[in-house]
């Protein structure tokens, strides 16, 4: 394994300032990383059983050579491991290891695991350190950077967490390489929303470059540098999501919806799929509301489709719901005041804002001309 | 019922200053108080049985007057309702009640409660507003002020929770009048702590006028006023206790491993009776280790006795586990490094401080001379 010299990205959160690290062989080096920032610290290490399998063994020997001899932790894969019984499991086992405050708990794995371990050491003793060591693109370039940790509950996804920023982030780019395909489109998804938000220049490299970054090579760790320095960005002027950090959100509401709507069934539709479907209809309705140029939207769509993912509903296998009973999943999800609902919507690829006074009907209109019902209809 | 001027104190914590207001009638001007804070606020109230039987319609009242309708959420009293199950309940509560990030959840009770709601209020959407109503003396004086909030793990008391400081403290003197007096002696113990810690003249004072902060004059409102002062004065200084914040643990290190040695059975020992027993051991044990003079906890057990507190291990009714059980309880409870423990010790009425290196060796000589077994014997 080729040990290069990692990229760093600072998130700068003035006394909780914390660095991201990107490379290739980094668990190999967590030890040392975290022995300089955190000096004498013993840790529990939460992973699921795919992760575990693959890389929990380079992680541990990594953490030995730091003189760290962890206690370890595994979950089973998947979002419902984010639930409340998983996370007093989490803290059970971390209060078993007799870890005191100053110790550290380290997330090995995707999201889920980052969100789970992260709320768990937020609330143990009323708040450890925590590294996150994220294993898939989409942890890389999003969830494992900012802070937000948390668990879903009946009522939705992610109601119930804590803000807890990392002490560390130690993002190895090789370890994607054990990560299904599908997985890395899906966390691709969410690199590419940056450049949508407001990195026009990152799109554009990406329509160049997207190969390379699936392929491994030195692209892939300029990548997630770049969507790292990105939301490092945002989490740096807004914190706790009083305003910008919403735009973090393009591509959601519709994203979320189109999940809620399959039943959160992975099989049918994981969540950054539903983003990159998402996206394409964000940037389609700015269109449709004279926002923006019927050319951009085009792009979106044709450079989801390049990198194989679903760009529009009907790339969804199954059934779905009408446009009226996507409306509601909407506006479940968020406050409606007098019929208008807030929106990430864009004037152009890069300029993503936050309208907060689109009108239900305009989105109802455009969910039945977008609907594969209609569509095939028509 | 008479409705006073409240006492404001402040709590000196920047962008997150609150006010704690003291004074007979403030559950009737519960909704006028809120919703000047936060105007246009929704809210869920969180209380127990015995308390929703006193003084829930007084407070729906009150709200309702301010033009606050609030969803209730009612737990079974007791310390077991610190709990992950119970957590889940509240959350659920909230979040079934559609509550959105800047409504308000109103803790309505005693420390058990507070701590509880406060919890669940700093994880719902990763964090609401959060209003305290407290109902104990314990909880007016102590609990209620300072953001610690928690519950209970298995492996130890208030292991897992949040700092989350609240929007305002409401402390209503008039409700104490249904407190059972073992409850209002326990919380006094915690008022008395104020004196032996710092505030010299506090002490002297309760010593001459304890007899109407029990009677429930002004001298209540003042007393509670006095010591909320001194909890703010610490929180303000060090909010998640890295230093002075510790000083509040005074009479806690003794009076925890009692509680867990009588299995936590309030019918034998209640928290507060655990610290009162605790400070008299801690001023005794200083005046052992010549830190203090014996006067001074002469004193201490004078006035503890005086208002109806146990202030000796045999005040506890059954049996006590012998000393070197008693020390294993208090080595549990903390990290003992190279046979030396963290105690707050004293050299005076109001003069306590944080000792980092109290040998063991003199606990279990001192545990054993105090113990119920060897004084009977002796
Ligand atoms: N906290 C945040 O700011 C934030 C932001 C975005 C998303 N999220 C959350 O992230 C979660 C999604 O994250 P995710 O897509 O990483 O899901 P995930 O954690 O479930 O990982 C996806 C799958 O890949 C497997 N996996 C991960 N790394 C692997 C590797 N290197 N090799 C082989 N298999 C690997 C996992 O076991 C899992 O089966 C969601 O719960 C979402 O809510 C959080
Ligand atoms: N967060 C903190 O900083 C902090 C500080 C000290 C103690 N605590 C916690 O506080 C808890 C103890 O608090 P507590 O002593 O208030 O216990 P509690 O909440 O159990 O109240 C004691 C009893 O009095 C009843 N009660 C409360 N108010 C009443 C009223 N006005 N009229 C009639 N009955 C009433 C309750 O139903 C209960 O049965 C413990 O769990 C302890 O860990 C927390
Ligand atoms: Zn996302
Ligand atoms: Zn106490």
New interface residues.
Partial sequence: MSVDQPVTVEVGLGDRAYDILIGSGLLSRAGEEISRRLPGTRAAVVTDENVAAAHLDTLKAGLEKGGIQPTVITMPPGEKTKS?AH??EV??GI??ARL?RGDVVVALGGGVIGDLTG?AA??????MNFVQVPTSLLAQVDSSVGG?T?IN????KN?????LQPRLVLADTGVLDTLPIREFRAGYAELAKYGLIDRPELFAWLEVNWQKVFAGGPERAQAIAEACRAKADVVARDE?ETGDRALLNLGHTFGHALEAATQYDGARLVHGEGVAIGMALAHRFSSRLNLASPDDAARVETHLRAVGLPWRMSDIPGELPDAEALLSFITQDK?VSRGALTFILTRGIGQAFIAKDVPASEVLSFLRENHPASRKAG
Avoid: M, N, T
């Fill in positions: 409340f996370l007093e803290v059970d209060l078993a005191e709320f937020g609330i143990v003793r009323r708040g937000k948390g509950s009946p009522r939705g109601l119930v967490g804590v803000f706790f406050k």
